[in-house]
Nanobody, 116 residues
């Protein structure tokens, strides 16, 4: 089983990035997926979640509501995090986790840096 995040990078304030969390070795549609981030010197923060199923229901941290959108494409075994209107406070390592009642899987993370 493997989760691989991609799409991170350096972006200016106000810019956008789309992160991907690609899974292999599991039936991804059965898993809820969470995106977390960790800024330097800070604890891990839950950013967005999407439940299992074809579309999934979503939830967001207050700090990203209205700017971030989580979605899934089960045919591609991938969950996305579209991040718009990025701020310097959004800087951190973004990781995805996949959960069902039997197992939890984690990716290695991708760095997002928002700076001018």
């Amino acid at each position: 089983v493997q989760l691989v995040e991609s799409g991170g990078g350096l972006v200016q304030p106000g810019g956008s990035l789309r992160l991907s969390c690609a899974a292999s070795g599991i039936i991804f549609s059965r898993f809820s997926v969470h995106w977390y981030r960790q800024a330097p010197g800070k604890g891990r923060e839950l950013v967005a979640t999407i439940t299992n199923g074809n579309r999934g229901s979503t939830n967001y941290a207050d700090s990203v509501k209205g700017r971030f959108t989580i979605s899934r494409d089960n045919a591609k075994n991938t969950v996305y995090l579209q991040m718009n209107s990025l701020k310097p406070d959004d800087t951190g390592v973004y990781s995805c986790g996949a959960f069902d009642v039997y197992a939890t899987y984690w990716g290695q993370g991708t760095q997002v840096t928002v700076s001018s």
